[in-house]
């Protein structure tokens, strides 16, 4: 199958920085799309920003200006470099990819385990 381990998240005052990285392993054939989502409890998981293989990006509104993802296809990794933080972004981040897997050749959504991201004002 298909593992995403994240790395990246933590503490940081209002107006920091932090990267968040998510490494794909397993038995991967390819990988489309991949993101990254956030939860806050209670809610539900929303969109932070995804990227295609070929580098297209997008954005939630709420991050516009302030985050960059970008991705290494040949590491099969992601990243969110997220400057100025605010309070509002304190969620657990989680990554996603969608894959195709080596032997079933059947695509679909994997999801990290989570990172908490904590911004105190």
């Known amino acids: 199958q298909v593992q995403l381990v994240e790395s990246g998240g933590g503490l940081v005052q209002a107006g920091g920085s932090l990267r968040l990285s998510c490494a794909a392993s397993?038995?991967?054939?390819?990988?489309?799309?991949m993101g990254w989502y956030r939860q806050t409890p209670g809610k539900q998981r929303d969109l932070v920003a995804r990227?295609?293989?070929?580098?297209?990006?997008n954005y939630a509104d709420s991050v516009k200006g302030r985050f960059t993802i970008s991705r290494d296809n040949a590491k099969n990794t992601v990243y969110l470099q997220m400057n100025s933080l605010k309070p509002e972004d304190t969620a657990v981040y989680y990554c996603?990819?969608?894959?195709?897997?080596?032997?079933?050749?059947?695509?679909?959504?994997?999801w990290g385990q989570g990172t908490q991201v904590t911004v105190s004002s």
């Open positions: 990227i295609t293989t070929g580098g297209s990006t």
């Open positions: 397993g038995s991967i054939f390819s990988i489309n799309a």
């Open positions: 996603n990819a969608n894959t195709k897997t080596t032997y079933t050749r059947v695509t679909r959504d994997y």
